[in-house]
């Protein structure tokens, strides 16, 4: 399975955009792109997935670089409901399981 | 739709004893996923199900875990006897499919002590 590298953690102001990255040199052509974050005792939450064009849904935007090495999930507006774990995770058409780094730390202050 | 649901969210038990975790998964959703958390070794896949039948079990870490999903609407991960070292939380997740451009549905968990 293709690997992610992700920050530990990240701090970002109340009301300010936040860019989460994620490098990922060794994605193959066919793995999907897919992020999910975990809220404070919470099980993960889908957040956006995508395999080569940017994507856009009403939680957050997906930037992926053309080379696809690398991506980024946006939140537009960060809130103190934000703060979570965030995971960056690579997905083939022949894999079921997702394999869960050890995810970003995301810190909002108010 | 209320989700994936789980119970119980705590669970406290003494070495030894059985522990029953529950599940009940979106309805219409084919898949059924079983995940442990630890901070040892993250999110970890146990068992999956599809159209109620075990598909892979290779995550499941001992015979002492047992799993079934006697309908679509129901499952069950079963630890007999429980060990101090299954301290976890247990992530039930539901999906329509397995293909890669879709996600999954997580339930809020459960967490066993086990003492």
């Known amino acids: 399975d293709a690997k992610t590298t992700q920050p530990n953690s990240m701090e970002s102001n109340e009301e300010e955009p936040v860019h989460l990255p994620c490098n990922h040199s060794t994605i193959s052509g066919t793995d999907y792109i897919h992020w999910y974050r975990q809220l404070p005792s919470q099980g993960p939450e889908y957040v956006i997935h995508?395999?080569?064009s940017n994507v856009n849904n009403r939680m957050a935007s997906l930037a992926i670089a053309e080379d696809r090495k690398s991506s980024t999930l946006i939140l537009h507006r960060a809130t103190l409901r934000d703060a979570a774990v965030y995971y960056c995770?690579?997905?083939?058409?022949?894999?079921?399981?997702?394999?869960f780094g050890t995810g970003t730390r995301l810190k909002v202050l108010a | 739709d209320a989700g994936v649901i789980q119970s119980p969210r705590h669970e406290v038990t003494e070495m030894g004893q059985e522990v029953t975790l529950r599940c009940k998964p979106i309805?219409?959703?084919?898949?059924l996923f079983w995940y442990r958390q630890t901070m040892m070794r993250g999110l970890e896949l146990l068992i999956y199900?599809?159209?109620?039948?075990?598909?892979?079990d290779s995550g499941m870490p001992e015979d002492r875990f047992s799993a079934k999903m006697p309908n679509a609407s129901f499952s069950t991960l079963k630890i007999q006897p429980s060990e101090p070292r299954d301290s976890a939380v247990y992530f039930c997740?539901?999906?329509?499919?397995?293909?890669?451009?879709?996600?999954?549905?997580f339930g809020s968990g459960t967490r066993l002590t086990v003492v």
């Open positions: 309805s219409g959703h084919d898949y």
């Open positions: 995508g395999l080569t």
């Open positions: 995770i690579l997905r083939d058409e022949g894999t079921y399981k997702y394999i």
């Open positions: 199900f599809n159209n109620n039948v075990p598909i892979d």
């Open positions: 997740a539901s999906s329509p499919r397995t293909a890669a451009n879709y996600g999954y549905t």
